[in-house]
C-alpha cells in the first residue's frame, strides 16, 4: 500500500530504476521501519521453520514422507518439534536462492508467490471445513469462498506475472515435495496391501513341524512385523530359505500414540500365537512421543518378563479355554490367535470357566518379579493374587488340586523354556524390502517406483536404527515387493 500511494505521486521513474520498498519509506521513518521488517523477517522465519517441522511430521505420520528423525523438545505441547535433517536442507535452501539470485527483487518475486497461493489454498480448505466441519449450508462456504477468494485471487493473479522473474521458485519445490510425497505414499500403500495379502495364516505357522524339515533351534526369535495380526510375509520367506526358527519366537509391532508418555503398565500387549505348547508370542509395544527407547539390554528384560508374567496370569483364567484348542487341534478344526491385552485384561472367545461380578471393578495383577527362576519358584508356593475381583468358579468333574497341579506343572516348564531361550540369545529379525513394479506397468510407475521410491528409501532412516536393533543380532531377510 505504501510502494501504491508512492507510485501515484511519482508516475515518471528512471527506466534504470527499480522501485523498492524502502525507497516509498519517508526518510524520517526510514530506520524503525528497517527495525520493524528485521523484527518481521525472524518471526517469519521462524514461522515457516515451524511450520515445515509441522507439515513434515504430519505427512511422516500419514505415510506420506520418508522416515526422517523428529525430536519432541516440550512434555506439555505436542507441536513442538524439532526436525534435524529438514533444518540442515533449509539452511543449505536459503543460502542456494541468496546465492544464485542474488537479487532481493527476484527473492521478493518468490516469496509473494509463495504467500499469496498459501492464501488462497488456506480459503478453499477453509470453505470445506464450514461444510464438513461446522455443518454450515454451502451457501454460506459459498459466500465466504467468492468474497475472500476473488480478492486473493486478483493479488495471485498478480503474482504470476513476475513468474519468470523469481515466482518460478516456490512452484518448483513445491512440485518437487508433492511428487516425494506422491511417489513415497503410493509405494508404502501398495507395500502395505501386499503384506496384507500375502500374510501367513496361523494354520501355516502351526504346521510347521518335525514331518516338513524344520527345527528349533535355542534361543529368542523377534520378528519385527508392521501389520498387528497375521504371520508377515518376511517370516515365511526366512522360514523357507532357512528351515528353523527359534524355541521362542515372539512378533513384535512397535507403535507411536500421540501422548507424552506410556505408563509402564500399559506399554506392552501381549497374546499368544497357536496353542502354548508352540512357544509363540505376539507383543505390541507402545511408546510416546517423549518416551526414551531403551538399549537392547532392556528393552529384552522388559519383554520377557512382561512375557512371564503374561503366562504365569492367564494360565489361571485359560485352563478351559486352552483345552477346547487342544481339543480343536486334536479334531482337525480351524482356531482363533487370542486376542491381545494388558497383563490383568486378557479376554478368550470361548465361554469363561468361571462367572465375574460385574459390580466389582477391574483386576490388577501384581507381576514384578526378580528372575523368571524366582517367578517360577512364586508358582511353585503361592497362587495368584487377584485384587477387588470376585470369582465363582464353574463345578466340573476333576478335581480342583489336580487342575491346579496340572496347570502349575504346565507354567512352570514354560517359564523355564522361555529363561533358558534368554539365556541362549535374541535374534532381531527385519524385512529389507526391494520394491519392484509389475510387468505391464506404464513407464512412469516404473521410474517412480523402482527408481523414486528405492532411491528415497535407501537414503532415509531404516527401521533397524529407529528400533535401536544392534547390529550383532540382527538378521535381514529380502522381500521382493511387486506392486
Request: with cysteine.
Amino acid at each position: 500500500m505504501g510502494q501504491t500511494a508512492y507510485l501515484s505521486r511519482h508516475h515518471q521513474l528512471n527506466t534504470q530504476y527499480h522501485l523498492g520498498f524502502f525507497v516509498s519509506v519517508p526518510e524520517s521513518v526510514r530506520l524503525p521501519v528497517v527495525i520493524v521488517a528485521i523484527l518481521a523477517s525472524v518471526v517469519g522465519s521462524q514461522a515457516i521453520i515451524s511450520g515445515t517441522f509441522s507439515i513434515i511430521n504430519q505427512s511422516q505420520s500419514l505415510g506420506c514422507f520418508p522416515r526422517v528423525k523428529v525430536v519432541h523438545t516440550s512434555d506439555k505441547i505436542h507441536g513442538q518439534i524439532y526436525i534435524p535433517e529438514i533444518n540442515w536442507m533449509l539452511m543449505i535452501l536459503c543460502i542456494a536462492v541468496a546465492v544464485g539470485f542474488r537479487d532481493t527483487k527476484h527473492m521478493g518475486n518468490a516469496s509473494g508467490l509463495a504467500v499469496m497461493t498459501v492464501m488462497l489454498v488456506k480459503t478453499c480448505l477453509t470453505s470445506l471445513v464450514i461444510i464438513l466441519c461446522w455443518r454450515k449450508p454451502p451457501i454460506v462456504a459459498l459466500a465466504f469462498l467468492v468474497f475472500f477468494g476473488s480478492i486473493e485471487a486478483l493479488y495471485f493473479s498478480a503474482s504470476l506475472t513476475k513468474f519468470l522473474e523469481g515466482a518460478w521458485l516456490p512452484i518448483l519445490l513445491a512440485f518437487i515435495l508433492m511428487t516425494v510425497m506422491f511417489v513415497w505414499h503410493y509405494a508404502t500403500i501398495k507395500k502395505y496391501e501386499f503384506d496384507l495379502h500375502n500374510k501367513v495364516s496361523l494354520e501355516w505357522l502351526l504346521e510347521l513341524g518335525p514331518s516338513l524339515g524344520i527345527s528349533r533351534v535355542p534361543g529368542i526369535g523377534l520378528v519385527y512385523t508392521n501389520p498387528v495380526a497375521g504371520i508377515p510375509a518376511n517370516f515365511s520367506r526366512f522360514v523357507t530359505n532357512l528351515p528353523a526358527f527359534h524355541r521362542v519366537l515372539i512378533f513384535v509391532c512397535v507403535k507411536s500414540v500421540p501422548v507424552p508418555y506410556v505408563p509402564q503398565a500399559e506399554r506392552y500387549l501381549v497374546g499368544r500365537v497357536g496353542p502354548p505348547a508352540h512357544r509363540s508370542y505376539r507383543c505390541i509395544v507402545r511408546y510416546g512421543y517423549r518416551d526414551v527407547h531403551q538399549d537392547v539390554d532392556s528393552f529384552e528384560s522388559e519383554l520377557v518378563q512382561n512375557l512371564a508374567a503374561f503366562i504365569r496370569f492367564g494360565a489361571f483364567h485359560s485352563c478351559e479355554a486352552d483345552s477346547r484348542i487342544n481339543e480343536r487341534q486334536l479334531s482337525g478344526e480351524q482356531t482363533d490367535e487370542c486376542r491381545l491385552a494388558v497383563i490383568g485384561t486378557l479376554e478368550f472367545s470361548g465361554p469363561p470357566a468361571y462367572e465375574i461380578d460385574q459390580s466389582v471393578g477391574p483386576a490388577s495383577v501384581s507381576a514384578e518379579f526378580e528372575t523368571i527362576e524366582g517367578m517360577a519358584k512364586m508358582i511353585e508356593m503361592e497362587p495368584v493374587s487377584v485384587v477387588e475381583r470376585k470369582v465363582r468358579f464353574a463345578i466340573d468333574d476333576e478335581p480342583e488340586t489336580d487342575r491346579q497341579s496340572a496347570t502349575d506343572m504346565r507354567v512352570l516348564e514354560e517359564l523355564e523354556e522361555l529363561w533358558a531361550a534368554q539365556q541362549a540369545g535374541t535374534a532381531f529379525i527385519l524385512g529389507k524390502s526391494y520394491v519392484r513394479a509389475k510387468q505391464g506397468s506404464s513407464l512412469l510407475k516404473k521410474v517412480a517406483i523402482e527408481v523414486g521410491y528405492n532411491f528415497l528409501r535407501r537414503n532415509c532412516r531404516g527401521p533397524n536404527v529407529a528400533l535401536r536393533v544392534p547390529t550383532v543380532s540382527l538378521l535381514e531377510v529380502g522381500m521382493v515387493y511387486v506392486v
